[in-house]
């Protein structure tokens, strides 16, 4: 079948989002150029699903550009946000390797744009060692990520917690000089309560804490950490606090000396 050219801008402008996504980068041209020939474009505005928790997972998605919050909900309509998906990841890579419905409901918080490719074009993909090898990489960083979340969510109390999220934030984001220890904070608190799994009120109150005790200053949906040794302590990450298994193992080195 051949193409028009407003057929062929848009194979063009699902390649050039294709290119930036790190599960297909570096993938042989032919095998992009037929996923950016059945994939089809999905605008999504803020607070719109892509998908609910138990939708069956028959179709990949591309974040070519915004951002996507995986959510769980519970019994009370609680909203806890276990990961974000960026510019250029795939939003799940399980579907390639089952065919179970999805774990979680992913809803965007900005305009977003996604490329979808449905399960009947995966074996071009599948077929593909390379791409494989990668959706188990993928995937397995994803669930050190939940283990680690696991852990700060039911063994450390809100101040760790939040503590342990924005030294995680700050990581990922770029500093504007050295020694600035600032950290963008999400558009809104109650993302960051989700996040963390927390309410708003005690969420606003361990900030107004450490706000008041000069620790941490804020300036709009910027937070600057004014010690950063001290806030790594909050988090037991400072060189002068011991995490529990740590000294779990200083005293039996003690004992066994």
């Known amino acids: ?122 074996p071009s993909l599948t077929c593909d060692p390379g791409v494989i090898e990668r959706a188990h990489v993928s995937l397995c960083l994803r669930l050190r990520h939940a283990v680690e979340s696991l852990e700060t969510m039911c063994l450390h109390r809100l101040e760790s917690r939040l503590a342990r999220y924005l030294l995680s934030l700050m990581h990922n984001q770029s500093r504007p000089r050295e020694g600035d220890f600032e950290v963008a904070l999400p558009p809104t608190q109650s993302i960051l309560a989700a996040m963390v799994n927390a309410s708003r009120p005690k969420l606003n109150a361990q900030l107004q804490t450490w706000h008041r005790s000069g620790l941490v200053s804020r300036k709009r949906n910027i937070l600057r950490i004014n010690d950063i040794d001290q806030f790594r302590c909050k988090a037991y990450l400072g060189r002068d606090a011991e995490r529990p298994d740590q000294r779990a193992r200083s005293t039996a080195a003690r004992r066994s000396a």
């Open 1 to 122: 079948m051949s193409l028009t050219p407003d057929d062929g801008n848009a194979v063009r402008r699902r390649r050039w989002g294709l290119d930036r996504c790190a599960l297909l980068r570096g993938l042989p041209p032919t095998l992009l150029e037929h996923i950016a020939r059945h994939s089809t474009e999905l605008n999504l505005e803020e607070g719109d699903a892509l998908f609910f928790k138990n939708d069956p997972s028959d179709f990949l998605a591309f974040v070519v550009h915004g951002r996507i919050y995986k959510l769980l909900y519970g019994p009370d309509g609680q909203e806890l946000i276990v990961d974000t998906i960026e510019s250029g990841e795939t939003v799940d890579e399980t579907p390639l390797l089952d065919t179970h419905s999805h774990t979680f409901t992913a809803v965007a918080y900005s305009a977003t744009r996604v490329l979808l490719l449905s399960r009947r074009h995966f």
